[in-house]
């Protein structure tokens, strides 16, 4: 049996729908692809055929009208029990299929199912009957399995279970993580995962159909100063020495493109100890990750504009995806059009620039700063609703939103309008206004005022339908990244991105940057981003494969020569052997499967997630450890005294 949906074989296209495992019109499409489902609840599949090995004839989810009168050997869970008179009940059997109704009709029967809790794993070998009252949302409705033999198979030893299987997703998330192996027996809650097999099993395929191969690369490696912090693992071999677990496999693709490999990728695990958001697991994720050899920037978007679109169109909550070419936008005109390098393009609303226009209006917060506008029409929310809508860009943004209206009767009303109002007829020409238009503002230096100003965008178009059209998946890329920025934490300059980008102008201008003639924030980069609804799919670059000009790149963030031969020894000397030029790209599997499942956490996408403290709450990681390992690694614990 092939280890997960998609494998050659498996009659792709055999559907949930046959099987019916959850029912319901609106993920019929989605879970067409449920191949595994499909397989096992085909009604012709050979007698025998998998019971020998399962210990059932039929799964759960397979039972018909014209399996009516067969001897079947059903196994799962017992979901539910409703008796309803001495020797009568009703049994909910449960399996990875689907469910089927278990009727109990004699004291024997009764015996054995009297005394099991939920959730105890039974063995059913009956007859198969119509059933007379028949439940037409289920799949297995018109039918039910008078039982002859029971055999407990696992039972259950507690009465109370942390949550209701069947509504674990209303339950605290501490205790979904806890108890994961119960919340995962809910097939909401399975479903997703099984969409991210369906996905990587696509990705997989479609990647070796465009010409890669799939090369795995190690997990102990070296630490290496890519941005995020290291997971390091102690070498017992080497006292005092430390292996890291990889933040990518950036240096080994590259290194097999000086190998002379041409197209690699992997579903690739990362580590990086950074904390949790909605969209970001703490500590571990997987990414497709992809690398070509003599390849150029337009020869990796030709790759990834073949492959994500139709598997968002197939397997995507909405069946739109944008087709090729995607939108390309600078990251200069993204943020002064959008407020964000990861713009949500489903929206139609811009970011203007009214500095000019506001900037001296005499309202405080406006003074000798930056300001932005935001124009939406049709938009005629009560007070309460935009005050909570600022209220919401503050804690998002950090900074304040602020707003007013051109009404109906052409007067400026609301909000800042006393301000506004002595300019009502510039405002209403530089602004483009017209009467019943809502104009929401953001103000600080330039950076602040354009993330407030994506935020406000974003919150006022999931508020406008008529600015939104939410079922589809719209991408673009985002390009020509600075190469370098400024540390927040360190306030020295960092690179932006991947320090193994090649700068547009190459060696020259990096060396006017030395030199002082230019500034290094200037510069830009063959960077990259995949963005779709608003969301960072991925990064990608191409590379930087001279050692001179990676050298000189380096020497902008003050390591030498000396400090990148000792940081990255095997790419700067692969590269002294001559280097092919290449580029590649490496987006996120987890938040791909996010966005096409809908979901607004990444935690529910993922088998077994960590929670926001980078916590393992089911088995209890990370934990401490006996003595003697730590004697055996020549690690000492110290306690830190807390402030």
């Known amino acids: 049996m092939p280890s997960c949906p998609g494998g050659r074989g498996l009659g792709i296209g055999r559907s949930v729908r046959r099987c019916g495992l959850w029912g319901g019109a609106e993920r019929k499409k989605r879970f067409q692809l449920v191949d595994l489902v499909g397989y096992y609840t085909n009604t012709n599949q050979k007698k025998g055929d998998f019971a020998m090995k399962q210990n059932r004839t039929h799964t759960c989810g397979a039972l018909r009208m014209e399996h009516v009168g067969q001897r079947v050997k059903l196994s799962g869970w017992m979901e539910n029990v409703r008796e309803v008179g001495q020797n009568f009940a009703f049994v909910i059997l449960r ?41 037409k949302n289920l799949p297995t409705g018109e039918v039910e399995v008078a039982p002859e033999r029971i055999e407990v198979l696992g039972r259950c030893r507690y009465n109370e279970l942390p949550f209701q299987i069947n509504h674990s997703r209303e339950a605290d998330e501490s205790l979904r993580l806890k108890y994961r192996y119960l919340d995962l027996r809910n097939p909401e809650v399975k479903k997703n995962i099984i969409l991210r097999c369906n996905v990587v099993s ?49 240096q080994f693709k590259q290194l097999l493109m000086t190998s002379g490999f041409d197209k690699y990728f992997q579903i690739a695990p990362c580590f990086r100890d950074e904390d949790a958001r909605g969209d970001r697991s703490p500590g571990e994720f997987y990414q497709l990750d992809m690398e070509m050899s003599f390849a150029t920037q337009d020869d990796v978007f030709g790759v990834i504009e073949a492959v994500f679109p139709p598997i968002f169109a197939k397997y995507g909550l909405y069946n739109r995806a944008s087709s090729a070419p995607f939108k390309r936008i600078g990251f200069v005109e993204a943020m002064e059009t959008y407020g964000s390098d990861k713009p949500d393009l489903r929206i139609d609303l811009t970011v203007q620039d009214a500095t000019e226009l506001l900037g001296g209006c005499g309202f405080g917060p406006f003074e000798n700063q930056t300001v932005k506008a935001i124009v939406v029409t049709d938009f005629s929310a009560p007070r309460k609703q935009i005050d909570k809508l600022c209220a919401d860009v503050e804690v998002q943004s950090g900074e304040k939103a602020y707003w007013f209206r051109y009404d109906e009767n052409g007067e400026i009303v609301g909000g800042i309008s006393k301000f506004v109002q002595p300019l009502k007829e510039e405002a209403v020409e530089k602004l483009g206004l017209q009467p019943g238009c809502f104009v929401g503002l953001a103000a600080g230096k330039k950076g602040a005022a354009q993330k407030t100003a994506g935020v406000l965008r974003s919150k006022l178009g999931a508020l ?168 055996e690694l020549h690690i000492a614990v110290t306690e830190t005294e807390e402030e």
């Open 464 to 631: 406008c339908p008529n600015h939104m059209d939410k079922e589809k998946y719209e991408f673009c890329w985002i390009v020509d990244f600075p190469m370098y920025e400024m540390g927040e934490e360190s306030g020295e300059l960092e690179f932006c991105h991947n320090p193994f980008s090649m700068p547009n102008g190459g060696a020259e201008i990096l060396e006017k940057a030395i030199r002082g003639d230019v500034d290094p924030l200037s510069i830009t980069a063959f960077q990259y981003d995949l963005v779709c609804n608003g969301v960072e799919l991925s990064s990608g670059a191409v590379r930087n494969h001279d050692p001179e000009i990676m050298v000189k790149a380096f020497r902008l963030v003050r390591l030498g020569e000396e400090d990148v031969k000792s940081k990255f020894p095997a790419m700067y000397n692969a590269f002294c052997y001559g280097a092919p030029p290449h580029a590649g790209i490496a987006p996120g599997v987890d938040r791909m499967v996010m966005l096409l499942a809908g979901e607004e956490s990444i935690r529910e996408i993922i088998p077994f997630p960590m929670n926001k403290n980078a916590q393992d709450l089911m088995m209890g990681a990370p934990s401490a450890v006996e003595q003697r390992q730590l004697d």
């Open 95 to 135: 399996d990875f299929y689907g469910t089927t109704q278990v009727v109990i009709e004699t004291a024997e029967m009764m015996e054995i199912v009297h005394g099991l809790n939920k959730e105890s794993t039974i063995s059913v070998e009956g007859v198969v009957r119509e059933r007379s009252s028949k439940n």
């Open 202 to 250: 696509a990705l997989r395929a479609a990647m070796t159909e465009q010409g890669f191969l799939e090369i795995t690369t190690p997990i102990l490696t070296a630490s290496s100063p890519e941005g995020a912090r290291d997971y390091l693992v102690p070498a017992r071999k080497h006292p005092g020495m430390f292996y890291a677990l990889p933040q990518a496999p950036q």
